[in-house]
């Protein structure tokens, strides 16, 4: 990877649906791309919800609609051009106010520590869309 790398989510990514939620992510920069931390993006659907536990730090970039994250009974909602920061550890829920795009920075990589916590069995929440 050289030193300047740009991605938009209109790359060819390789996108990922939670259950059958209106509710995709992808990585467009990671551990592949021998870079220190992961940016992806994530579509949800309005009213859409993830129930997660962060084993990272992450900062999510709302670029479209409304979003919010729940955490210990404390909601915190965003909106395009608004920043939500996670720190490790965090019970939380991600949710879609309305029809929402963000862009998540995660460090270390988001899916290398989930896989290595006691939350790897929810990443069977998610398949791979059709192409």
Sequence with gaps: MSGVTK??????????RRLDQNLQLADAIDQRHDAAMTVGFARYGAGESN?????YD???????GRFSVESGGTVTTAAAGEVIYLRAGTDL?????EE???VYVSHPHWLAATESSPHADRLAE??????
């Design 7 to 16: 991605a938009t989510s209109g790359d060819d990514l390789e996108w990922f």
């Design 58 to 64: 992450e900062a999510l970039v709302v670029t479209r």
């Design 93 to 97: 829920v991600y949710r879609a106010v």
């Design 126 to 131: 998610f398949q791979p869309t059709a192409s």
């Design 100 to 102: 929402s795009e963000v």
């Design 51 to 55: 129930p997660w536990t962060v084993s």
